[in-house]
């Protein structure tokens, strides 16, 4: 039995998918399990535990052979680093008190010294707290991640993609040595098949040392884009990481603690793990191509955003880009058990209409019309239930998942690809509905019409979430 934290995040999302379809026996530690369950095989174990409490850790390493560390708590504020060192001693005090017998922790690369950034000297000093427990560590030092959703990638991507000249602070020039997702999680399945007792730290890289000014070029070449970079000797990590946040996903608070990262070189100096793993790492030209053959699918199969910071509050995520794609996500919690959730969103559209402010459909409808759509006259076949290849107004049934999931891909006129996803998951309360709606604009034509139409998203889709939370509760009476 192994045990894997982190399930909910990008690595350790990857991770678990790859132990699933190789039949081996996984449970997962997840302070929120119920968000977690719907995403897993059903010979996946799941368990409610917080490496923040102490107590909570016993009963899900119990039996376990190996336990995989992927958590950090970086996007927690300032006092990240001792919530992390916490989180490390009460893991390790737990696994050695359950008879584990190797923890893998993934870990970052980078020397040792008193520059050190501070989420680079916590890395470091998680493994060195997950030692002192006794129990034998692996831990893989890597650089920058590359795959479809990875937060270093998907960085490079918004910068790439949204602007054509570039003022480039000096970090963009510090070298590193990327590795592919696909790497990463080979060196870590890997991890379980060293022989001997002892803790280790291994250096894991790909074959290239390259700069992020680099890397963005090396995008920009495989997307056909022409990009200038002027590069400039004074940008501080304070001011780069406020100038992401205006144009990439990631939060000003992570940039900075990226950029503070970013600032030394991340170069593999021990190369002993390609002598001790029968893996040979692809190049950053691969990674990226590998990357980028994701890009039609409607979200990276996990991304970094889906991580909940092992001391911080969970957040929704709205108006924010993932890739190629523009995602205004929300969620609300409804006194409704899911079956009841389910079945209002179910019935959606056509003679029930949208929950909220139906005039505005019908207008948009009429505009599609008039330049050509389809508009909202089609309806729907069925008024309570829906099949994929349905027709729900001006969308289509692409899948649906009985009582959990119905995602609707739009056939108005757009500049670019729409869908609207409505997910529906247990929760204490009832169930928790998530609505997701997708967006992968066609140039600067599909850019404007996403922020252009954004205020009436902030109406539309609140109302219609709070319009499908109130026919749940009427249909399903509230909890039983």
């Known amino acids: 039995m192994l045990l894997l934290t982190g399930a909910t995040g990008y690595v350790g999302g990857r991770l678990l998918h790859l132990f699933e379809s190789a039949g081996r026996p996984v449970r997962c530690l997840a302070r929120r399990p119920e968000f977690l369950r719907a995403r897993v095989a059903a010979t996946t174990d799941v368990m409610a535990g917080d490496v923040l409490d102490r107590p909570s850790l016993d009963a899900a390493l119990t039996g376990v052979t190996a336990a995989y560390y992927l958590v950090h708590s970086m996007g927690s504020g300032d006092a990240f680093e001792e919530a992390d060192r916490q989180a490390a001693r009460n893991f390790g005090d737990a696994a ?40 034998p560590v692996v831990e893989l030092r890597a650089s920058i991640v590359i795959g479809g959703g990875s937060l270093s990638f998907e960085m490079i991507r918004a910068l790439v993609e949204r602007l054509p000249v570039m003022i480039t602070p000096r970090w963009v020039a510090v070298r590193a040595q990327p590795i592919a997702i696909r790497d990463v999680l080979a060196y870590l399945a890997g991890a379980l098949d060293l022989s001997g007792n002892e803790s280790r730290i291994l250096e894991i890289g790909g074959p290239d040392i390259v700069s992020y000014g680099d890397l963005m070029h090396e995008y920009a070449r495989q997307r056909g884009l022409r990009r200038l970079m002027i590069p400039v000797p004074v940008l501080t990590p304070r001011l780069s990481s406020l100038w992401l946040g205006l144009v990439t996903p990631v939060y000003a608070r992570i940039g900075r603690a990226l950029v503070d990262s970013i600032r030394h070189p991340t170069v593999v100096r021990d190369r002993s793990a390609l002598d001790l793993f029968p893996i040979r790492p692809a190049g950053v030209r691969e990674a990226i191509a590998a990357a980028l053959r994701n890009e039609d699918q409607e979200l990276a199969e996990t991304r970094w955003s889906d991580a909940r910071s092992v ?5 929704q995520y709205g108006g924010v880009r993932f890739g190629n794609q523009l995602v205004d996500r929300r969620s609300t919690v409804i006194d409704a058990p899911p079956s009841a959730a389910f079945e209002a969103v179910e019935r959606i559209g056509g003679a029930t209409g949208w929950y909220f402010a139906d005039w505005l459909w019908t207008l948009r ?98 109302g219609m979430l709070r319009g499908i939370g109130r026919r749940a509760v009427e249909g399903g009476h509230g909890r039983s």
Do not use: N
């Not at 001391?311 to 957040?315: F, H, I, T």
């Not at 027709?391 to 891909?409: K, Y």
């Open 96 to 135: 050695r008190a359950a008879g584990v017998g190797r923890i893998v922790y993934l870990g970052g690369l980078g020397e040792a010294g008193e520059g050190l950034s501070a989420h680079l000297r916590s890395r470091h000093e998680t493994g060195a707290v997950l030692r002192a427990s006794g129990v």
């Open 311 to 315: 001391a911080g509050p969970d957040r």
């Open 365 to 462: 409808g009429w505009l599609d019309l008039l330049v050509g759509g389809v508009g909202m006259r089609r309806g729907r076949r069925d008024p309570y239930h829906l099949a994929p290849g349905d027709v729900v107004d001006c969308w289509r049934v692409e899948a649906v998942e009985p009582d959990r999931r119905l995602r609707l891909q739009a056939e108005m006129k757009l500049p670019g690809r729409a869908w609207l996803t409505f997910e529906v998951e247990p929760d204490d309360a009832g169930a928790r509905l998530t609505q997701t709606a997708t967006f992968d604009p066609i140039g600067l034509a599909g850019l404007a019409y996403w922020y252009g139409i954004w205020p009436l998203h902030e109406l539309v889709f609140r």
